[in-house]
T-cell receptor
Framework: AQTVTQSQPEMSVQEAETVTLSCTYDTSESDYYLFWYKQPPSRQMILVIRQEAYKQQNATENRFSVNFQKAAKSFSLKISDSQLGDAAMYFCAYKKGNAGNMLTFGGGTRLMVKP | KAGVTQTPRYLIKTRGQQVTLSCSPISGHRSVSWYQQTPGQGLQFLFEYFSETQRNKGNFPGRFSGRQFSNSRSEMNVSTLELGDSALYLC????????????FGQGTRLTVV
């Protein structure tokens, strides 16, 4: 079974600084997808960024970028120029390719942003 | 374009009762998945429906069931509620089966007393 591990229960960053959230996963599949979701206090999960395993290039979405290390099964999220609105729970998630939309989530990292 | 709509937002039920939660996916989306979120167990996959058929099922007892209608709206039902069923239930919709992003609703907060 696939597992996703987020080893940092809480992280803190100063506004305008950069922070990196860690995620490791375990799978024997070669076709899969990785995601980072943000869950603010409103509780709605918001997709931040997506990475296809077959793509070597790291995904980037504005201030958010990932460092995808396939051999190491590592998928970290870097947030640049942190803003107060970035404060939330962040979840790393794995999805097997061609097997529906079932997501396996990590335990989450609570990000606090200090003004 | 409206997002994923879950109703009700909050619910309080008594042990032993049953409950039905509803999820309306984004227009045009045909896949609906359900997740349970608790402080102790985190986010756990319940089941996925596509074209009115259950395609995937998580490791939950048979008290948890669901269905999907021809308009892609989905309901999940929990019978014989237990205190441990208190959780945030999240619904996610996707355009098709596989290889697409999942978009989540705001969830239904169920409290069992």
């Amino acid at each position: 079974a696939q597992t996703v591990t987020q080893s940092q229960p809480e992280m803190s960053v100063q506004e305008a600084e950069t922070v990196t959230l860690s995620c490791t996963y375990d799978t024997s599949e070669s076709d899969y997808y990785l995601f980072w979701y943000k869950q603010p206090p409103s509780r709605q999960m918001i997709l931040v960024i997506r990475q296809e395993a077959y793509k070597q290039q790291n995904a980037t979405e504005n201030r958010f970028s990932v460092n995808f290390q396939k051999a190491a099964k590592s998928f970290s999220l870097k947030i640049s120029d942190s803003q107060l609105g970035d404060a939330a729970m962040y979840f790393c998630a794995y999805k097997k390719g061609n097997a529906g939309n079932m997501l396996t989530f990590g335990g989450g990292t609570r990000l606090m942003v200090k003004p | 374009k409206a997002g994923v709509t879950q109703t009700p937002r909050y619910l309080i039920k008594t042990r032993g009762q049953q409950v039905t939660l509803s999820c309306s996916p984004i227009s045009g989306h045909r896949s609906v998945s359900w997740y349970q979120q608790t402080p102790g167990q985190g986010l756990q996959f319940l089941f996925e429906y596509f074209s009115e058929t259950q395609r995937n099922k998580g490791n939950f007892p048979g008290r948890f069931s669901g269905r999907q209608f021809s308009n892609s709206r989905s309901e999940m039902n929990v019978s014989t509620l237990e205190l441990g069923d208190s959780a945030l239930y999240l619904c996610a919709s996707s355009f098709r089966y596989g290889n697409t992003e999942a978009f989540f609703g705001q969830g239904t907060r169920l409290t069992v007393v």
